[in-house]
């Protein structure tokens, strides 16, 4: 079965929410392509952001930075599939926050409306933009991916402020280097996430901003 972007994009933000059987489905879709050095990337990448939002409570961290990442920054894009999460969940007012700047872009500018206190208050449909952060959205990434040849485990860039990303980094880099010693070479994406797996999984909801 052929399945388009925005139903990847849906099965990616479902995996990212904690459905592992989606961001395991999602896996077994990106390896067939795992030798094409911008797919490697994005698996690694994945890995890291599920490792943000599933796997490791940075709960703690997100509360003392009191949520910077939803104040400063560039607006936040929503896309048409994130749109159509929001549309059906969102009242009129809420929706009038997202500004059309395209046919299928909004965008969310920073300070968010929807922050409140250091929480997020549409965690559960936020945009990809939001579940993806910080390995994937922000601009420090560019020069990571662009300069990615498909060797090794990108060096994902965590902007100063964002202790909760400084924190999975050195997990997740700390499980790289095990692997390394284990395995006499870098991990693959899925023995990365066979591993994180291994080590962090609980059958229960991490919060995270
Ligand atoms: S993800 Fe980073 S920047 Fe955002 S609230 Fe958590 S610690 Fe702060
Ligand atoms: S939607 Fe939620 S997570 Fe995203 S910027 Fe706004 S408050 Fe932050």
Not at 1 to 6: E, P, R, V, W
Not at 100 to 120: A, E, H, S
Not at 126 to 143: I, M, V
Not at 167 to 174: E, F, G, S, Y
Request: hydrophobic share 30%; aromatic share 12%; glycine share 6%.
């Amino acid at each position: 079965m052929k399945i388009n972007a925005d139903q990847i994009n849906l099965i990616t933000k479902r995996g990212l929410r904690g459905d592992l059987k989606s961001f395991e489905r999602l896996l077994d879709f990106l390896e067939k392509y795992e030798g094409i050095s911008v797919i490697k990337y994005g698996m690694y990448s994945l890995i890291f952001q599920i490792a943000m939002n599933k796997f490791i409570d940075t709960s703690k961290d997100c509360e003392e930075c009191g949520g910077k990442c939803c104040q400063i920054g560039y607006p936040v894009p929503v896309y048409g599939f994130d749109y159509e999460e929001l549309r059906n969940r969102l009242n009129t007012d809420d929706l009038k926050k997202l500004e059309k700047v395209g046919n299928n872009l909004f965008l969310l500018r920073r300070p968010c409306q929807f922050q409140k206190g250091w929480l997020c208050s549409i965690h559960k449909i936020k945009p990809y933009a939001c579940l993806s952060y910080p390995f994937a959205t922000e601009d420090e990434q560019k020069e990571v991916i662009n300069s990615y040849d498909g060797k090794g485990v990108p060096d994902f860039k965590v902007p100063e402020y964002c202790p909760a990303g400084k924190r999975v980094k050195d997990i997740m880099n700390k499980i790289i280097n095990d692997l390394i010693n284990k395995l006499g070479r870098v991990p693959t994406p899925r023995e990365l996430y066979n591993e994180l797996k291994s080590r962090y999984y609980r059958n229960e909801e991490t919060t995270s901003k």
